[in-house]
């Protein structure tokens, strides 16, 4: 399955949305919004090597960038060497040895931008669980994102659908006027469970529709400008 083209993602907007194109946009965290892949493997091979055990295999490194915190650990520590964590926990700084390779992917902020100058709510639903605010202060997305939901923030993690019901709900839209962006089977979960359009990021074969890049969804929704409020165009950003 190949990746949407700009025009192709314009034509399913105009099919699937009354309006044009969708009227909110839930992002996943990691993995769409931020490119944390390297900084999760990084921390979580911190963790197995302190305790002597291997560095990750690719399948558990596939795991661990969708998963909770509490949800990795279980899968990837056993449970005789858990109380060593502590003493790990001790030797790794988040802000020296983590942060720094946190980035956002190339275009994200012009998609946020459009949205914010069109009208398109933008929200994001994660499986993080803290460690929110340093984290869009690294990635200087301050004030694009409302709300936020983590899965402390609601009684089931993705891919139950809590967290994207509860933005959806926020925002007073249907789920079916919403688009939920993500890069996992826990976000595709997540917005099938809620009724809302998914469109994968950067993953092909995981649904009907996906895009490589935010180049192709910012020009999609260019493309739909003349259904957006006639007081914006494209010419704005």
């Known amino acids: 399955m190949n990746f949407c083209t700009e025009s192709e993602l314009a034509a399913w907007f105009a099919e699937r949305y009354p ?8 992002f996943d965290c990691d993995g769409v919004v931020i490119d944390s892949r390297n900084a999760n493997i990084a921390y979580y091979n911190f963790y197995r090597e302190y305790i002597g055990l291997p560095r990750l295999t690719q399948q558990q490194e596939d795991f661990v960038h969708a998963a909770t915190l509490n949800q990795a650990l279980d ?8 109380p060593l964590l502590k003493y790990a926990a001790q ?9 720094p390779r946190i980035t956002c992917f190339p275009d994200l902020h012009n998609v946020l931008r459009f949205c914010r100058k069109t009208g398109i709510r933008c929200g994001m639903a994660t499986n993080r669980c803290d460690g929110m605010e340093t984290l869009i202060a690294q990635c200087r ?17 993705k891919p139950a659908p809590d967290g994207a019901l509860r933005i959806a709900a926020a925002w007073k839209l249907a789920p079916s006027r919403l688009l939920f962006s993500g890069d996992s089977t826990s976000d595709r979960g997540a917005a099938e469970n809620a009724g809302i359009p998914f469109l994968a990021f950067q993953t092909k074969g995981l649904a009907e529709r996906a895009i490589a890049d935010f180049a192709t ?14 007081h914006f165009t494209a010419g704005d950003l």
Do not use: C, M, W
């Open 217 to 230: 969804l910012l020009g999609a929704l260019q493309n739909q400008a003349g259904s957006l409020p006639q």
């Open 19 to 26: 309006a044009g194109h969708p009227e909110g946009i839930i």
């Open 75 to 82: 899968a990837i520590i056993p449970v005789s060497l858990r």
């Open 141 to 157: 997305l301050q004030g694009f994102f409302d709300p936020i939901v983590l899965a402390t923030d609601v009684p089931n993690p």
């Open 91 to 99: 030797k790794i700084s988040y802000d020296r040895d983590i942060l």
